[in-house]
């Protein structure tokens, strides 16, 4: 996986509630149009997230839609768990599922989201949303891998600024 602007990210839409973001405010700080994001806080796991809908270099901010309910293809990885800092377990991905923001060094370059609750140090990955299906032929998708390492690109209903 490497780090590019998707042309098909997005599966359905409502009308996109875009805030301007610092790219110093993001955990990438490396901004990529059309992946997920995600705001640093003072608490591990509360941090807002939401899909990057533009960028403007010339002054360091991202423009990311942070609309709850709105949902994207986004790549996600399969782990569940971490043990000394590396992947451990993985599992079938399925309709209904957690997506985790999560920033282990273990991720795929340009995958920032995956299943696993915890990143590869113990710290809580911050909930990014919940895995649907986009139509009638991506619901046939489901569940979407085996119960081995892979990254499955998938429908996600961001949570944004929501609940």
């Keep these: 996986m490497t780090e590019e602007i998707r042309h098909d990210y997005e599966c359905y839409s409502r009308e996109p509630w ?11 700080t490396t901004p990529t149009e059309s992946l997920p994001a995600e705001v640093t806080s003072l608490v591990a ?7 990057i809908i533009s960028i403007d270099a010339a002054d360091e901010v991202a ?11 986004h790549e996600v990885r399969n782990v569940r768990t971490y043990s000394g800092a590396a992947e451990n377990t993985w599992g079938v991905i399925d309709v ?8 282990s060094a273990t991720m795929p370059a340009g995958v920032y ?9 113990g710290v809580a990955n911050t909930l990014f949303g ?25 429908g996600v209903c961001q949570r944004g600024a929501g609940i």
């Design 18 to 28: 875009c805030v301007p973001i610092p790219y110093a405010r993001l955990t990438d």
């Design 45 to 51: 796991g509360t941090q807002l997230t939401g899909t």
């Design 63 to 73: 423009e990311l839609d942070v609309r709850c309910g709105t949902v994207y293809y």
């Design 96 to 103: 209904g599922d957690s997506v985790y923001y999560d920033n």
């Design 113 to 121: 989201l995956s299943t696993s609750p915890l990143d590869n140090l």
């Design 130 to 154: 919940t895995v649907v299906p986009c139509n009638d032929a991506d619901r046939a998708n489901y569940p979407t891998t085996t119960a081995t390492a892979s990254t499955e690109e998938c």
